[in-house]
């Protein structure tokens, strides 16, 4: 049972790259998220969904596309990287009740 | 808008010692959750508290909330160097949106 698994862990893009992070959960979780970390700061919901098909912007939407076309599957798309979206990328998936969040790993990202 | 205030922001205590970490948040909320994050790891869930008066215990750590003073704590007894970590409280708005919003962590160091 692999749990909520973030590819890549690191990545450096240039200005107006674009680039997907991918997120995958192997538990049957309708519930997944998006955060994103700044140093000193604590996560921030970029967007989440409720179930595949269906999703919702959270507090920091900007810059940032999902979407949700399977449970398992929730990538994060950069459309057009800018430096301040330098920050460390966390998914997490919830299971009913929400009782717990499960995070990935997470994803480290550099634009330059 | 949800604010959620930790405090303090950094905390170097002795091992042995008592502590407690406080989480405020600014309006009514249906569930508060604590997290412990190693440096350049992700989040681990350590408690969810659901109602007025809850109190929650796992080894060395308690956490309890007061929603009526919108107030939770974490406090650690005869604290140890594993115990090291930032601490992060993050509360749920709405029952069941499970949106959180997360305070800025309270980072522990743990000194032998």
């Known amino acids: 049972n692999a749990g909520v698994t973030q590819t890549p862990k690191f990545q450096v893009l240039k200005t107006g790259q674009s680039m997907t992070l991918q997120c995958a959960q192997d538990m049957n979780h309708e519930y997944m998220s998006w955060y994103r970390q700044d140093p000193g700061m604590g996560l921030r919901l970029i967007h989440y969904s409720v179930g595949a098909g269906i999703t919702d912007q959270g507090e920091v939407p900007n810059g940032y596309n999902v979407s949700r076309s399977t449970t398992e599957d929730f990538p994060l798309r950069l459309l057009s990287a800018a430096p301040s979206q330098t920050s460390v990328y966390f998914c997490?998936?919830?299971?009913?009740?929400?009782?717990?969040?499960?995070f990935g790993a997470g994803t480290r990202l550099s634009v330059l | 808008e949800l604010k959620v205030e930790q405090n303090p922001l950094f905390l170097s205590m002795q091992e042995g010692k008592n502590y407690t970490i406080y989480c405020n948040y600014s309006?009514?909320?249906?569930?508060l959750y604590w997290y412990r994050q190693d440096p350049g790891k992700s989040l681990e869930s350590l408690f969810v508290?659901?109602?007025?008066?809850a109190v929650k215990q796992e080894g060395r750590l308690m956490a309890s909330l007061d929603t009526k003073a919108r107030l939770s704590t974490l406090h650690i007894t005869a604290a140890v160097h594993d115990l090291s970590a930032t601490y992060f409280c993050a509360v749920e708005l709405v029952f069941g949106n499970e949106k959180l919003t997360f305070g800025t962590g309270t980072r522990l160091t743990i000194i032998p």
């Open positions: 309006t009514t909320s249906d569930r």
């Open positions: 997490a998936s919830t299971p009913p009740g929400g009782d717990i969040q499960y």
């Open positions: 508290l659901l109602s007025n008066g």
